[in-house]
Nanobody, 119 residues
Framework: EVQLVESGGGLVQPGGSLRLSCAAS????????MSWVRQAPGKGREWVST???????YYTGSVKGRFTISRDNAKNTVYLQMNSLKPEDTAHYYC?????????????WGQGTQVTVSS
């Protein structure tokens, strides 16, 4: 059974940092591309970042230079280091397994973790 369990969210002041983790199981993590996707209140889901099995990383423009995606294949975990957080980063953050051969289609999602940026 595929499982994705996110953690690390919380309340942080503008300019602060958080590191999200996504613990994966039930599939071949090391060969899978993983993404972080977020959904702000009243808005649709927004792709944030993807890391491929070969280490290539991609980011949406609004987080480039502030967020860093990484993976630890030994721990079957993908991370999202978020620095210089802004109120507009407030959202529910999900990790997802990228469907093979696609750029923005996903096979499985975690339950997500809430990030709130507010003073």
């Amino acid at each position: 059974e595929v499982q994705l369990v996110e953690s690390g969210g919380g309340l942080v002041q503008p300019g602060g940092s958080l590191r999200l983790s996504c613990a994966a199981s039930g599939f071949t993590f090391s060969s899978s591309a993983m993404s972080w996707v977020r959904q702000a209140p009243g808005k649709g889901r927004e792709w944030v970042s993807t890391i491929y099995s070969d280490g290539r990383t991609y980011y949406t423009g609004s987080v480039k230079g502030r967020f860093t995606i990484s993976r630890d294949n030994a721990k079957n975990t993908v991370y999202l280091q978020m620095n210089s957080l802004k109120p507009e980063d407030t959202a529910h953050y999900y990790c997802a397994i990228v469907r093979a051969g696609s750029l923005n289609e996903y096979d499985y999602w975690g339950q997500g973790t809430q990030v709130t940026v507010s003073s």
